[in-house]
């Protein structure tokens, strides 16, 4: 198994399954009908992302790693290592801004 093709995969996967984490809560708090739709799938709203997570992040992982052909540069695994860790601050940001927001 080509490992820098998995670690590329698998940053794109997180990245992309950050970016819809955060924005399902982020919608699931503004719109109330929502929430209770996710909450009626598994029983909480939260146990319904936390399985979205596991759908998600595999899927994407598997399906990067069938388009991606050929090798994958050095340069290509850092910049999509780089595009996790903005990911993550960007949505941290967005989650913990937005609650900042909304509650005071």
Request: proline fraction near 2%; glycine fraction near 4%.
């Amino acid at each position: 198994m080509n490992q820098i093709k998995l670690t590329y995969s698998s940053a794109i996967s997180a990245s992309i399954t950050i970016v819809a984490v955060t924005a399902v809560t982020i919608w699931a708090e503004l719109a109330p009908n929502f929430k209770n739709f996710l909450a009626g799938i598994t029983g909480h709203h939260w146990i319904t992302k936390s399985l979205m997570v596991v759908i998600l992040f595999p899927l994407v992982l598997g399906l990067v790693r069938l388009l991606c052909r050929g090798e994958i540069s050095d340069s290509q695994t850092a910049k999509s290592l780089w595009a996790l860790i903005i990911m993550v601050i960007v949505c941290f940001t967005a989650i913990i801004g937005f609650y900042v927001w909304h509650y005071l």
